[in-house]
T-cell receptor, first 114, second 111 residues
Framework: DGGITQSPKYLFRKEGQNVTLSCEQN?????MYWYRQDPGQGLRLIYY???????QKGDIAEGYSVSREKKESFPLTVTSAQKNPTAFYLC?????????????FGNGTRLTVT | QQPVQSPQAVILREGEDAVINCSSS?????VHWYRQKHGEAPVFLMI?????EQKGHEKISASFNEKKQQSSLYLTASQLSYSGTYFC????????????FGEGTQLTVNP
């Protein structure tokens, strides 16, 4: 079955360390997204990519970086510059246009930084 | 700009109805609705397109008022499984291929 795989499910890091969250999809979708979710809040867009080797900043890109070297993969690096990195991170994908195509989400990675 | 959802929370008894609203200050191409259970990924429910077309869940209905840039999700004869947080995501004409989500509406259905 096609889907989006995020790993790991839980991640613990010490403050000051960079950490990379994995996201892989086999839906043959062109577009991929990273959202951050804090307790009791909505989803905020970090970065998105509509095509390989191209990506755009979302609403809260500071302290994060991404790459899109392959269509199937869109890893997110949380850098030490991110002031409050503890959160639930969701990766999603869609066909090229969101006008009539839904987002498909992975199961998320819960990152805790102490 | 983030769409505004109302109410923030609602508690129902099984079999009761609920309406969740989503309002945007910008011209919308489409509105998406998702439901998220605690600790899980959001699940797609419905897309409402400019022009009136809808795609999605057979047992859930929704409306999209293009003039007011508002959408409403109608949950009728609620079931226990309807519990969760409902998010609307708005696709704005000037924002490219991205969705901006509201803060969510927490729905609890009790027996």
């Amino acid at each position: 079955d096609g889907g989006i795989t995020q790993s790991p499910k839980y991640l613990f890091r010490k403050e000051g360390q960079n950490v990379t969250l994995s996201c892989e999809q086999n839906l043959n979708h062109d577009a991929m997204y990273w959202y951050r979710q804090d307790p009791g809040q909505g989803l905020r867009l970090i970065y998105y990519s509509q095509i390989v080797n191209d990506f755009q900043k979302g609403d809260i890109a500071e302290g994060y970086s991404v790459s899109r070297e392959k269509k199937e993969s869109f890893p997110l690096t949380v850098t030490s510059a991110q002031k409050n990195p503890t959160a639930f991170y969701l990766c999603a994908s869609s066909r090229q246009t969101l006008y009539n195509s839904p987002l498909h989400f992975g199961n998320g990675t819960r990152l805790t930084v102490t | 700009q983030q769409p505004v959802q109302s109410p923030q929370a609602v508690i129902l008894r099984e079999g009761e109805d609920a309406v969740i609203n989503c309002s945007s200050s910008k011209a919308l191409y489409s509105v998406h609705w998702y439901r998220q259970k605690h600790g899980e990924a959001p699940v797609f429910l419905m897309i409402l397109l400019k022009g009136g077309e809808q795609k999605g869940h057979e047992k859930i209905s929704a409306s999209f008022n293009e003039k007011k840039q508002q959408s409403s999700l109608y949950l009728t004869a609620s079931q226990l499984s309807y519990s969760g947080t409902y998010f609307c995501g708005t696709h704005v004409a000037t924002s490219g291929s991205r969705l901006t989500f509201g803060e969510g509406t927490q729905l609890t259905v009790n027996p």
